[in-house]
């Protein structure tokens, strides 16, 4: 009875109606791949991406024989026996769902899921939309093998977490390819798809694992594994992926479609686009580690970061991470948005004041008590983070040592408004107030434009536009735009070669020793802004420069006096670069040098050594006076002494006698 009416709805189902939907045929893989697809920084391809939907198709033979038994249990038992259409199966569910008094079992099967998800409207549950979908599969099931549906409906199908397709969800659920998927792994995934939103989330995994131990019964039930198979995959221990969302270098490859998007507008998702970028996938892997990692380790208050590195030749980002945890959780790109800069922003300051003429490359800076008087009548007085101070020294030891008020007094004398010119010149775009505080990082700059300046440092003063996409082309070649690394000569170069060869002794003495690499010349700066809200460390060798940063979303203060860029960031940097350049063997092994570099102690002078030779003298003299004190003391106490002796002795004699 049940399948005579499905037959008279599909008789009732017009040709004409059918000629509405031209797309019976079911698309071939790399008609499934989507749109666009993104090159990396040597013409390899590392994903393909879709306006909709997350999937990265795979042919059936790259889909593990688990996994095709376990959906197949699952969803259509009969599937290699009906044509499209199961009207025994429907009879079953209804009876199931009768005695049950709700839908425990669909009757739908696996071609026509595969027909509503590709070619219907999920949401529609008329009756006409049912005969359509009916007779929709009846037509597919005659034009295509078994194996070809059930390989399209493998990769199409959702799974939950943001993942579409088979090959997707492998990854998000149990970081792995869909060929490598075990029993037990197969039959939790199939276990997801009547609900994939709902199982999908941690907080029903009890659930989830319910519906695993289903599938596995039916795999029994349908002869697909033996008994003894299914009880050993009930007692694997599932290893689930920490990530959720299947895209591969999301934070990257997002921000790379959005840049695309920018520049050819909707063709972007209209025709085959590929987009050959920047991004190199090893950096990236080990960013996408090394900060996870980092921020793990991190004291407690630290649960965010973000990395960006950058070529020093082309400007050309390589990896690009903006947060920690999964994708779907943490979308927010921290690499892209500003957070407090610290002191990572000081040498911006020195600079400035080398360039203007308001330090000198043998000047000394004074540590000592500072206060500024403010246009509203308060006083700013710029403290040390350990509330000391060390007097007069080296603007090379005042920027490794990175005091504070050597830094606001250097501001001051260069200039505010010329610090802001010089930051900008570097590529700093965010807004920076001229407050007396500002060489002290009070301003918001994001990891991209910290290290894109610090490469204008590195390139001696040229900058670079950072470069992202290197060429946009269309397969019909009607499209083919080409970005090239446009240079500027912004900043004076030998003032620039005096800063990087001072930053290098922030990181061989100074506050980023952590992010010292044997063999390898280093420069840096160490950042930790108010309470440790956002600390950093900004480093670079002679090809490559790396901003990374941490902190929390809720710019919350950190508790504790060791939570430092230097102690957290440089540890972060250094475990990254020490894994780049295992890779990417270092080939420049010294920056440019300057001609007059920063001195590294103070100057002798007539004066100066005069001052101290009578200081010295001065002292000389004050410990003889306290030598001859002390002699004379200690004589008079001795003749106390023997006074004292004969007094107590003549009044014994006479009270003898």
Known sequence: ???????????????????????????????????????????????????????????????????????????????????????????????????????????????????????????????????????????????????????????????????????????????????????????????????????????????????????LDALVECNLVSRLRASQARKETLRFADGDYGLKFPFYVNHVLSLAKEQIGDQLWTKPVSIYTNLDPTAQAMAEKSLQRGVIRAPRGINQGALVSISVEDGGVLAMVGGVGGYGKVSWNRALNPHTAGSAFKPFVYLAGLINGAIQPDSMVDDAPLSLQMPDGKTYSPRNFDDGFYGNMTVRDALAKSRNVCAVAVGQKTGLANVVLTAKAAGISSQMDAFPSLPLGTCAVSPLEMANAYATIARSGTYIQPLFIRRIASSDKSINKAFEAQREERLPQEQCRQMVDALMDVVSRGTGTRAYLPGVPVAGKTGTADKAKDIWFVGFTPEVVTATWAGNDDNQAVAGNHVTGGGVMAGIWHDYMSAYLAKHPAETLAFAGPQRPLIKEAPFSIATFVEDGVEQIGDGIEEVQNGIEETFSEKHNRQRGVKTFFGKLASKIGRIF
């Open 1 to 215: 009875m049940v399948g005579c009416a499905f037959l008279g709805l599909a008789a009732a189902f017009s040709v004409k109606s059918i000629a509405s939907y031209p797309f019976i045929s079911l698309p071939s893989l790399n008609a499934q791949k989507g749109n666009v697809q993104i090159f990396d920084r040597y013409d390899r391809l590392v994903t393909t991406v879709h306006e909709e939907k997350n999937v990265e198709p795979v042919p059936l033979e790259r889909i593990s024989v688990n996994m095709r038994d376990a959906v197949i249990a699952a969803e259509d038992k009969s599937f290699y026996k009906h044509m499209g259409i199961d009207p025994q199966g429907i009879a079953r569910a209804m009876v199931k769902n009768f005695q049950a008094g709700h839908v425990v079992e669909g009757g739908s099967t696996i071609t026509q899921q595969l027909v509503k998800t590709l070619y219907l409207d999920p949401d529609d549950r008329s009756l006409i939309r049912k005969s359509q979908e009916a007779f929709m599969a009846t037509l597919i099931s005659a034009s295509h093998s078994k194996n070809k549906v059930l390989e399209t409906y493998l990769n199409q199908i959702y799974f939950g977490k943001g993942a579409y397709g088979i090959e997707r969800a492998a990854n998000a659920y149990f970081n792995k390819h869909a060929s490598q998927l075990t029993l037990a792994e197969s039959a939790y995934l199939a276990g997801l798809i009547k609900a994939p939103s709902e199982f999908s989330q941690k907080a029903n995994r009890k659930a989830a694992i319910a519906n695993q131990h289903q599938v």
